[in-house]
């Protein structure tokens, strides 16, 4: 009798690169929610989780509707993003709201600024948000138990954005499902803009640098400057450039950021804006890092009360 002699190695190859892939799709979905974390409700289990990338993700900030059988979305974000979707089963005995008010109530401690949110049947078809928006049947439920909202959070120089739809479906089971979406490139300042203690509104346009300064601000951060100065006679536009990676010396740290704030001036006076409302500075490398959006190469415009 012969008996054959079987190699384990392939087998016991083919296991270590499943457990290392496992492994390490565990840590990334770890690394990346713990990143922003944002506790589940304490009432709930987790029946779905999904991480992805995509860099033209839909994140309404209206409510979805079908017309002519097209799906209709008034206000959305298109965004560059890594995420996390996690879905949870609300135990039984606990309700869409409380669901819902746990996680906006855990956004504002993060000190997220609300963009979008609805309630009940101001939210219209939960069909919509199920099968258009999130794909997942099972947050198919009743129109007049149904929350929504989305949120954008700074965490040091990292942008997020945060979803939340909560849901009690015709069997009375509840589901709330959390998206947390780190941000490749930032909010445009009119949908997140960043705002001063006395409500004055800050404008951040990054450039670059390519022997020559090149700055393409966001036109609709542009329109609403205008919009803010026009508004108010008494509001003064200061437009300071910022120069902090790869100036020779301060001297030409200063003439770039300069240049750069000069071209978001002469912008703004070809769109009608009085040259002598328009305060225009470069500072260079002098100015430290700031955070988030508020360093490197960039040109902040301030739209301040005299």
């Known amino acids: 009798m012969v008996v054959e002699k079987r190699s384990t190695a392939g087998f016991t190859s083919l296991l270590t690169v499943m457990w290392i892939g496992l492994v390490g799709m565990s840590v990334s979905q770890f690394s990346l929610a713990e990143a922003l974390s944002i506790a589940p409700y304490a009432h709930s289990s987790l029946s779905s989780s999904d991480t992805f990338k995509d860099e033209d993700y839909l994140v309404p900030n209206s409510v979805p509707k079908r017309i002519n059988n097209q799906l209709r979305i008034e206000n959305e974000l298109r965004v560059d993003v890594?995420?996390?979707?996690?879905?949870?089963?609300?135990?039984?005995?606990?309700?869409?709201?409380?669901?819902?008010?746990?996680?906006?109530?855990?956004?504002?401690?993060?000190?997220?600024?609300?963009?979008?949110?609805?309630?009940?049947?101001?939210?219209?078809?939960?069909?919509?948000?199920?099968?258009?928006?999130?794909?997942?049947?099972?947050?198919?439920?009743?129109?007049?138990?149904?929350?929504?909202?989305?949120?954008?959070?700074?965490?040091?120089?990292?942008?997020?954005?945060?979803?939340?739809?909560?849901?009690?479906?015709?069997?009375?089971?509840?589901?709330?499902?959390?998206?947390?979406?780190?941000?490749?490139?930032?909010?445009?300042?009119?949908?997140?803009?960043?705002?001063?203690?006395?409500?004055?509104?800050?404008?951040?346009?990054?450039?670059?640098?390519?022997?020559?300064?090149?700055?393409?601000?966001?036109?609709?951060?542009?329109?609403?400057?205008?919009?803010?100065?026009?508004?108010?006679?008494?509001?003064?536009?200061?437009?300071?450039g910022h120069f902090q990676l790869g100036h020779s010396s301060t001297k030409n740290g200063l003439v770039r950021s300069t240049e750069a704030a000069e071209q978001v001036a002469t912008l703004l006076k070809k769109r009608g804006v009085d040259g002598n409302r328009l305060t225009v500075m470069g500072v260079g490398p002098l100015v430290p890092y700031g955070r988030g959006i508020h360093s490197g190469n960039r040109v902040e415009v301030l739209v301040v009360n005299k």
């Not at 949870?88 to 401690?109: E, V």
């Open 82 to 240: 890594a995420g996390v979707k996690e879905t949870y089963r609300i135990n039984d005995g606990h309700t869409t709201d409380q669901a819902f008010n746990h996680y906006l109530s855990a956004i504002k401690q993060l000190g997220g600024n609300i963009l979008y949110q609805c309630a009940s049947r101001d939210c219209a078809r939960s069909s919509s948000w199920a099968q258009d928006i999130f794909n997942n049947a099972k947050l198919y439920g009743k129109d007049a138990s149904q929350f929504y909202l989305s949120a954008s959070i700074q965490k040091g120089q990292q942008q997020w954005l945060v979803s939340v739809y909560a849901v009690e479906r015709g069997n009375r089971r509840v589901y709330a499902h959390v998206e947390t979406l780190k941000l490749n490139t930032p909010l445009p300042s009119a949908v997140a803009p960043t705002v001063l203690a006395d409500n004055n509104a800050i404008f951040v346009f990054k450039y670059d640098l390519n022997g020559v300064v090149s700055i393409n601000p966001a036109l609709s951060d542009i329109n609403k400057i205008i919009e803010l100065s026009q508004a108010d006679t008494q509001l003064h536009v200061y437009i300071v």
